[in-house]
């Protein structure tokens, strides 16, 4: 043995090096197809996302003021760190009875930061505008009925739900927000917001399959995002589903006409001629400083009454890019009578005629192309949020798209594992257990538990004194104290807990409730819209009566108290860490 063992000695080292470029290999991808040029370029976005560009002032529109007063905090604390930049933070909340809409809404909210920058920080956010600033507007009103029971556990702070990303701030681990991923994907539109006041929604998250609307200089007073492609035929639009967007069709020099959802007949009836373009539009639209100041003028005696409902869809960008004719056809189907609707359309040309005499060097309305292969991730329905967090585990280039965005590389992070055998797709976040299993499509972030055996899942802040065990389910913001049996997180399980803080008073709004601390169950397969009234098996509440119990809650005292009694789980350390 000695005698042929002996002559392979000096060869070792190379050996050894072998295996360690093999592996190498192999953990990179190297012996895999090599990225595309596209998915290069969309990485490079998500690069830029990350910092250090963004935007001068970020105004947050909230549902009440408890949410204006969490994300004022928040944000203060987190935008750095989120976005690589350090924007101005002004919060406000919508206090318009029956809610103003998002046309109207949205210069209402301008209004009341127009107020808090002066107060805040002593500036005149117009006049900021003005000489160059851009400013970001992000709607974050509404319940979050599809994404039920999800708000409810947040306190009805719907863009405060939670994604698979940790960050430290002051020395204690976070997990991002839905609202804090879009302000840092929107932050590469800021460059060409200069001047400009730009507006999102706060549920979806996105990277554009073309720089050239990311990167190009604004040509007109409105602009709107849009996923614009070659007009299609009517399979191709049956088959893509386009009667159930909003739509957006460009002509040769770039101006847009807006529809609503339509069929393609109703579509070429519509449209004028020379359309070169069509596409979805993601509802994002950004405005010239000039622009916005004639659309607060016009609409003053709105917004000082705080009266009427006005989208900016149908009331503001439609009836400047359709014939009266047209535009009157489509309100009537939504119930507006003719009259009225035509009154309307005269009204938004007589301000468009303003403007493009006034200031003639833009044009007034045109589209940003963001490609039609763009990654677009929706966390708004309960059934997406778990496929789109699921997401992570995969292979695919959207995949690995949304862990580049999300830091999510290496897979485990910040987590103390005892024996337990971790998937090497399983995103591990924050977590502690002394044993178990973790498939291939699980995600899970800051839970602790004694020993889990979990795939296909979805668990965000969980603390467990049992064993958690399940496929499918979702866990979320959930303190289990109980010693027996088990903790299920099965497809048929969905779990979000509601803490109420002492300060909140429960009986003059809901005399039923005896608890601080509700269980709240679902199943993936509840529709959270057409379940809202109903009280589902093992709920004290419906969701609609949760909502109405977290109204008048302070969302920060809230997540104290959670937080207290997730403290109050206590899973020993064991040695092995990643």
Aim: net charge neutral; hydrophobic share 40%.
């Amino acid at each position: 043995m000695l005698a042929v063992a002996a002559p392979l000695w000096p060869y070792w080292p190379y050996a050894v090096a072998i295996v360690v470029i093999v592996a190498t290999w192999k953990f990179l991808g190297l012996g895999k197809p090599t990225m595309s040029a596209q998915d290069r370029m969309m990485h490079g976005l998500i690069e830029r996302m990350h910092g250090p560009s963004g935007f001068d002032y970020v105004i947050i529109c909230c549902s009440n003021l408890s949410g204006e007063r969490f994300w004022q905090a928040r944000l203060e604390e987190t935008m750095l760190k989120v976005t690589g930049h350090s924007s101005m933070v002004l919060c406000v909340h919508e206090d318009w009875e029956g809610g103003a809409g998002n046309g109207l809404g949205t210069l209402y909210a301008l209004v009341k930061a127009i107020q808090l920058a002066r107060a805040k920080y002593g500036v005149e956010l117009l006049h900021e505008l003005g000489t160059g600033k851009s400013v970001a507007l992000y709607h974050t009103a509404g319940k979050g009925t599809r994404l039920a029971p999800l708000p409810g556990a947040e306190n009805n702070n719907k863009p405060a739900v939670k994604l698979p990303e940790l960050f430290e701030i002051n020395g204690e681990a976070r997990a991002l927000t839905i609202l804090e991923a879009v302000i840092r994907q929107t932050s590469i539109l800021s460059p060409r917001s200069k001047g400009r006041l730009a507006v999102f929604w706060g549920d979806q998250v996105f990277v554009p399959s073309t720089e050239s609307g990311v990167d190009a200089e604004p040509t007109h007073h409105a602009d709107i995002l849009a996923g614009l492609g070659p007009m299609p035929s009517e399979a191709q639009w049956t088959a893509r589903a386009l009667h159930q967007y909003g739509l957006i069709a460009t002509d040769k020099r770039g101006d847009a006409v807006q529809l609503e959802k339509v069929s393609h007949a109703d579509a070429v009836r519509l449209l004028p001629s020379g359309v070169l373009q069509v596409g979805t539009s993601l509802g994002s639209f950004s405005v010239s400083c000039f622009l916005l100041c004639e659309l607060l003028k016009e609409f003053k005696a709105e917004l000082d009454k705080k009266t009427g409902q006005f989208d900016a869809d149908p009331h503001f960008w439609m009836p400047v890019t359709l014939s009266e004719h047209a535009y009157a056809d489509i309100m009537l189907s939504k119930g507006t009578d003719e009259p009225a609707s035509k009154a309307h359309w005269a009204r938004m040309q007589r301000l468009k005629a303003r403007v493009t005499q006034q200031m003639p060097q833009l044009r007034f309305f045109g589209a940003v192309p963001v490609g039609q292969t763009m990654h677009w991730w929706d966390y708004g329905r309960l059934e997406l949020y778990k496929e789109n967090n699921v997401l992570v585990t995969e292979s695919s280039a959207s995949a690995k798209a949304l862990r580049h965005f999300l830091h999510a590389v290496p897979r485990v992070q910040s987590s103390s594992l005892g024996p337990v055998n971790v998937a090497r797709s399983a995103c591990v976040l924050g977590c502690t257990f002394r044993g178990g299993s973790i498939g291939a499509r699980a995600v899970l972030v800051n839970v602790k538990a004694p020993y889990v055996d979990v795939d296909d899942c979805v668990l965000v802040n969980v603390s467990s004194n049992r064993p958690i065990y399940g496929r499918g389910g979702v866990l979320y913001n959930v303190v289990d104290a109980e010693v027996d049996g088990k903790l299920s997180c099965d497809a048929a399980h969905v779990r979000a807990d509601v803490f109420v803080p002492e300060t909140a008073n429960l009986l003059p709004r809901l005399g039923s409730v005896a608890s601080r601390h509700l269980k709240v169950h679902s199943g993936m397969e509840v529709d959270g819209g057409k379940a809202w009234k109903v009280r589902l098996p093992g709920n004290e509440l419906s969701y609609e009566e949760i909502h109405a119990l977290n109204k008048d809650v302070d969302v920060r005292a809230a997540q104290e108290a959670a937080a207290r009694q997730h403290k109050a789980i206590i899973v020993t350390s064991v040695p092995a860490s990643h």
